[in-house]
C-alpha cells in the first residue's frame, strides 16, 4: 500500500491484511473477504486513548474523519433488530426516529455495553461495523458514506483503521440511511 493518509496524524498506518493480529478474529474474518481490503490500513494505538476525542487530541487526527460505531437495539413485541450505525464524530444517530423506523421498531436504544460487547465479540470503545453479526444491517450516514478517508474503530481499543467510504460501503448490509444523524450542537 503506497496511499498517504492525510488523516492520519502522528498514526503509523500499515495493511492491515499485513496486521491481522491488531484485530480481534470476526474482524479479520470479514477483512480477509472485503472487497477494497488492501486499500485498507491499520495502526496501533494506546488503548486508553481509544475514545474518539481523546485519540484525535494526541495522534493530531481530525475529528471530522473520525467515524463512530454504535450497536442500536430496537424492540417490537418480544423482537429484537440489531444494527450498526455509523456516523461522523461530529455528528449524532437520530436513533429514535430514522433508525427505529429503519428497525421497524416501537422502541430503539443503545444496545447494553456488555450485550453489545458479546454479540459482536469487539472491545467496547473499539466496535467496529467490519465483522458485526451478518444478519445486522449496517447503517452508514451519507457522510460517511462520501468521505475519502476515515478513521473507525478496529474492534479492540489498541488499534484504529483507516478506511475509504466507499470500501466501507462494500461491506455485507451496508446502506446508506438519509438523514441517520444530524451535526452536534455546539
Known sequence: ????????????PVPVLSR?????????AALK???GADRVAVAEIDP????????????G??????????VVAGKRGDVVRYAACMVLATMRAD?????????????????PMDEAVALTGMEYGGITPIGVPADWPILVSPE?????ELIVGSGIRGSKILIPGDVLMKLTGAEVLPDLARVLEQ
Do not use: Q
Open 48 to 59: 486508553t486513548l481509544a475514545d474518539t476525542a481523546e485519540f484525535c487530541a494526541h495522534y
Open 1 to 12: 500500500m503506497d496511499r498517504v493518509w492525510t488523516i492520519a496524524g502522528s498514526l503509523e
Open 95 to 111: 436513533v429514535n426516529g430514522v433508525i427505529r423506523k429503519r428497525l421497524d421498531a416501537r422502541k430503539a436504544s443503545f444496545a
Open 61 to 70: 487526527s481530525p475529528l471530522a474523519a473520525s467515524a463512530n460505531c454504535v
Open 20 to 28: 491481522l493480529d491488531l484485530v480481534p478474529e470476526p474482524v479479520a
Open 33 to 35: 473477504t472485503l472487497d
Open 144 to 148: 460517511v458514506a462520501a468521505a475519502p
